[in-house]
């Protein structure tokens, strides 16, 4: 069964500081991969996609993968209480649009 | 842009009526749309998978009768909840897929819909 694997949570953070959040994933195949992130009572909301091995960076969020040991993370630079959110990890094995998310982890930027 | 809508933004309705949700994608054309659940602070559920002109796709244990989907173009696809009930009570989310480069489709959301069954 493909997985993906996040730390609920809560992740709690002081202002100003980087935020790490991690997801492994078990699918072997897997092409692409997506960070959303969902307020409460929200929609998840697109942040980053990343399909190559590195870095890519994208304002204060810099996303991470590292197909061989099929983990992803998500780093958060000043982090802000507006930041404070679930962050889901979902990824794409192929041409199929269909995703697998995790759980998601929660945030908390404190003041 | 990627703007994905959805109507009603909340609905109440009484038991054993039907509720109709539309999914539209505004400023694309979806090669595909995804219909999610939530129930509080619970992870999403895929439902089923919508392609335009035919029948959608069903995700295991969720009632193809009960949960009619319609996906009559590239930006427009409905969920109706039929014979609702209080069960039924969740937010509905939907999703449509928009080609980011040559082999990759990104997954945009529309805002949900409330649902609450009384």
């Known amino acids: 069964q493909k997985e993906v694997e996040q730390n609920s949570g809560p992740l709690s953070v002081p202002e100003g500081a980087i935020a790490s959040l991690n997801c492994t994933y078990s699918?072997?195949?897997?092409?692409?991969f997506f960070w959303y992130r969902q307020y409460s009572g929200k929609s998840p909301e697109l942040i980053m996609s990343i399909y190559s091995n590195g870095d890519k960076e994208d304002g204060r969020f810099t996303a991470q993968l590292n197909k061989a040991s099929q983990y992803v993370s998500l780093l958060i630079r000043d982090s802000q209480p507006s930041d404070s959110a679930t962050y889901l990890c979902a990824v794409n094995a192929g041409t199929a649009s269909k995703l697998t998310f995790g759980t998601g982890t929660r945030l908390q930027v404190t003041l | 842009g990627a703007v994905v809508s959805q109507h009603p933004s909340w609905v109440i309705c009484k038991s054993g009526t039907s509720v109709k949700i539309e999914c539209r994608s505004l400023d694309f054309q979806a090669t595909t749309m995804f219909w999610y659940r939530q129930f509080p602070k619970q992870s999403l559920m895929l439902m089923a998978t919508?392609?335009?002109?035919?029948?959608?796709?069903?995700e295991q244990g969720v009632e193809k009768d009960k949960f009619l989907i319609n996906h009559a173009s590239l930006t427009l696809s409905t969920l109706t909840v039929t014979s609702a009930h209080p069960e039924d009570s969740s937010f509905y989310i939907c999703?449509?897929?928009?080609?980011?480069?040559?082999?990759?489709?990104?997954?945009?959301f529309g805002p949900g819909t409330r649902l609450t069954v009384l």
């Open positions: 919508s392609n335009e002109g035919s029948k959608a796709t069903y």
């Open positions: 699918d072997r195949v897997s092409q692409s």
């Open positions: 999703s449509a897929t928009k080609r980011t480069s040559g082999y990759t489709d990104t997954q945009y």
